[in-house]
């Protein structure tokens, strides 16, 4: 792969277009094996300081998709521009419009999957969604289930993998199963579905330009604080002063 590769504490991310990663993504698909793919944000990188595994599998990814405003700012106080923001949404647009590769959709709520798909293959008629499921439950010591799962994944044999259990499980979903996986691109998309399935509405295109999305999220899910307060107030502290 010809990217430049940053680290954000001790994170690595790729930089690289939308489209050159869509390019990246076919040659992996022309390969004879299961490739990971991560949607690094700050939330990740945060999260891999205090997990080791989770650590170890965002740099051992085969690709490492800079998607967040603080991923872009944080490479800008290493003195790099990154290419571009590349969001899971806007992969998995990407993907759909192209209308050559078969998917797959695992995770999110009950259902989201199905709508999720539905909505995209309404969009691109030509699209080859081969399944979607929420998976059930799934957890660390459930194994024969997941077994049963990438079975039934398996027999359908699709390009891409799409799973959306949220990080770092959905991580370190594919990675536990990666060496058996027939699918030849397995991506973590996290919150994806459910703007798809329209249970949650992405942000304008002015907070997307304007770096605001985490104030949208923020307006519609007030929940959401904590995870919000940690990408724009604790993530960029740690930046600063990892470079005092």
């Not at 930089?15 to 793919?37: D, F, P, R, V, W």
């Not at 650590?55 to 800079?66: E, M, T, V």
């Not at 967040?68 to 419009?97: M, T």
Request: glycine content about 8%.
């Amino acid at each position: 792969m010809n990217s430049e590769q940053i680290k954000i504490l001790g994170i690595k991310t790729d930089n690289l277009t939308l489209g050159q990663t869509i390019l990246e993504i076919e040659k992996m698909i022309a390969s004879n094996y299961c490739h990971q793919i991560v949607t690094v944000n700050p939330e990740f990188i945060l999260k891999a300081q205090k997990d080791k595994k989770f650590f170890q599998i965002l740099n051992n990814a085969s690709l490492a998709i800079p998607d967040g405003a603080g991923i872009v700012w944080a490479a800008k106080k290493q003195g790099i521009e990154l290419a571009e923001r590349v969001s899971g949404a806007d992969l998995v647009e990407a993907l759909g419009k192209r209308q050559k590769y078969s998917l797959f959709f695992l995770g999110g709520a009950p259902d989201i999957a199905k709508r999720a798909s539905n909505k995209l293959m309404q969009k691109y008629p030509q699209l080859k969604i081969l399944g979607a499921t929420d998976g059930g439950k799934i957890t660390d010591t459930n194994l024969a289930h997941q077994k049963k799962l990438i079975g039934r994944i398996n027999q359908l044999k699709p390009d891409i993998l799409l799973v959306a259990l949220g990080a770092p499980k959905q991580d370190k979903f594919i990675s536990r199963w990666q060496n058996e996986l027939k699918c030849k691109v397995a991506i973590g998309v996290g919150g994806t579905f459910d703007y798809w399935a329209g249970t949650v509405r992405r942000a304008p295109k002015i907070f997307q330009q304007l770096s605001l999305e985490w104030l949208w999220r923020l307006i519609l899910e007030p929940r959401r604080l904590p995870r919000i307060f940690n990408a724009v107030i604790v993530f960029p502290l740690k930046i600063i002063f990892a470079r005092k």
